[in-house]
């Protein structure tokens, strides 16, 4: 089913809507929240809750991109499921947080950074900038947060390029950063 007509069902506020999109959708939403929470349980409560999001935020929203709108549900529910279970082992959003820990200003929190406008803008422009691959091994990673091994084995490269490539990227970024002020 396309996007526009599982929108149109969530407008109706038919219950064929979140069938449709657990069809279309639920596996990525899964995924996506796996690589952030690593916890197979919380991930399944964070699809749901994505459901229930999307149910309850259509009557004003009609996104175009319907996977695109609930997969910035899944993260930032994600995300703030992973910082209240906060574990003690280095993995998922921590280790991801704590390589770009080194491009946020001190005078920023992590939160107050990602929602500057002047950033993500600088960030568009970057992204932009980078070929495909590259971009998809740097989206991977410092959105959705994904593991290098698992990485490694999606674009069929080593992990040690992998992360030599995500070092330069990081270094090339910073450069920008710095070029236009916001480091």
Request: aromatic content about 8%.
């Amino acid at each position: 089913m396309e996007d526009r007509q599982i929108v149109d069902l969530f407008w109706q506020r038919s219950e064929e809507a979140l069938r449709q999109t657990d069809i279309k959708y639920g596996k990525m939403l899964f995924s996506v929240s796996l690589d952030l929470t690593r916890s197979r349980q919380d991930s399944e409560e964070c699809v749901n809750d994505t459901y229930l999001k999307a149910w309850n935020s259509m009557p004003t929203d009609r996104p175009e991109m319907l996977g695109a709108y609930l997969s910035k549900i899944i993260r930032a529910l994600s995300v703030d499921r992973y910082r209240k279970k906060r574990a003690e082992k280095r993995g998922g959003a921590a280790a991801v947080t704590e390589e770009l820990t080194e491009l946020i200003p001190s005078d920023f929190s992590m939160d107050e950074y990602i929602d500057n406008e002047a950033l993500k803008n600088a960030l568009d422009s970057f992204l932009e900038g980078l070929d495909k691959e590259k971009r998809v091994i740097f989206v991977k990673r410092y959105y959705f947060c994904s593991d290098i091994d698992a990485i490694a084995k999606q674009t069929g490269m080593g992990v040690s390029a992998v992360k030599t490539a995500l070092f330069r990227m990081r270094e090339k970024l910073r450069a920008e950063l710095e070029r236009q002020g916001l480091l």
